[in-house]
């Protein structure tokens, strides 16, 4: 079982930055897809950015493209992924989820290709 935790949500106003953390017990040497998706309130769950690690290929929302930045620390046994949201905006206010899966994804932004999932990090963006 793949254990997910992220971290680093918070309240912030516009043109402000926040950066999430997720926590995984997914090894270092293992063939994975990662992701970030987001729920706003209301809304269906969105697909922010993802990470194929077979390739190293990225891939982001048309939404977020330019401001977010997604990456990997696997200097330890176990893989760290980060979201660096910089420019933040009112819409991007949701519960912020990170996901994985082994092997790889043909939709990484596509919520049914993952298997786990974190228990989400609020982020909160004021006008």
């Known amino acids: 079982q793949v254990q997910l935790v992220e971290s680093g949500g918070g309240s912030v106003q516009a043109g402000g930055s926040l950066r999430l953390s997720c926590a995984t017990s997914v090894g270092k040497y293992t063939s994975y897809s990662m992701a970030w998706f987001r729920r706003a309130p209301g809304k269906k769950r969105e697909g922010v950015a993802g990470?194929?690690?077979?390739?190293?290929?990225?891939?982001?929302a048309d939404s977020v493209t330019g401001r977010f930045t997604i990456s990997q620390d696997d200097a330890r046994n176990t893989v760290t992924l980060s979201l660096q949201m910089n420019s933040l905006k009112p819409e991007d206010t949701a519960m912020y989820y990170c996901?994985?899966?082994?092997?790889?994804?043909?939709?990484?932004?596509?919520?049914?290709?993952?298997?786990?999932w974190g228990q989400g990090t609020q982020v909160t963006v004021s006008s």
């Open positions: 990470i194929d690690t077979v390739d190293d290929t990225i891939y982001y």
């Open positions: 996901a994985a899966r082994f092997g790889r994804v043909v939709s990484p932004l596509d919520p049914n290709e993952y298997t786990y």
